[in-house]
Each structure stands twice: as structure tokens, then as C-alpha cells.
């Protein structure tokens, strides 16, 4: 879906690593909750109050998953889960243009 109806956006952007990482926050009538971001190059750790799913809509990076012996490479198109209250960690590779859903 590369269109979000009916929505309401949270005017304050989310700023992460001194700008390395940013986002915005819309809510639907539902209830759920998603942020639309970009990340630029660099090495980030993020930890989870909810389950995400993180779409990787352009861009390519490598994410290391809370239990994973080795990275992972993810390019846009592609997508990959993280559990609630956990730590993943990124090595973006190129500018990266991602949507996170809340799962919980």
C-alpha cells in the first residue's frame, strides 16, 4: 500500500542518533499506529516496547535480530519482524526510506 487514508499525523518528527535516523507518526481510525522514516548511513541499536514489522521501502542495510548469530541483508522490498521488548541492531548501507507498523 503506497497510500495511507483517513489518517491522523503527528506534527513532531521522531529524531534519532543526532538526526541520523528520523520519522513521522500517523494513527488510524483503528487505533494502530505506524511511523514513516529515513535512515541515513550508519551503525544504529534500537530496542521494541511493541512487535514491529519494518518495511524496507528503498535502501539496503544489514539487521541483526535479537537471538540471530548472523546479519541479515535486507533491500527495499523487503521486510523482516522484531519481537516486543527487545534489541535489534542496523548497519544501513544507503540512504534507507522504511514504514513501521506496532504490532501490538
Do not use: H
Not at 32 to 37: A, D, E, N, P, V
Amino acid at each position: 500500500m503506497s497510500e495511507f487514508k483517513n489518517v491522523t499525523i503527528i506534527r513532531e518528527a521522531n529524531v534519532y542518533f543526532n538526526g541520523g535516523v528520523t520519522s513521522r507518526t500517523i494513527i488510524f481510525d483503528s487505533g494502530c499506529k505506524k511511523t514513516l522514516g529515513v535512515m541515513m548511513p550508519g551503525d544504529y541499536e534500537f530496542n521494541t516496547g511493541s512487535a514491529e514489522l519494518m518495511e524496507i521501502l528503498s535502501g539496503d542495510l544489514d539487521v541483526l535480530l535479537p537471538g540471530a548469530d548472523s546479519w541479515q541483508t535486507i533491500k527495499g522490498g523487503e521486510s523482516f519482524d522484531v519481537p516486543a521488548n527487545a534489541a535489534f541492531k542496523l548497519k544501513v548501507k544507503s540512504l534507507t526510506d522504511y514504514c513501521c507498523s506496532f504490532l501490538d
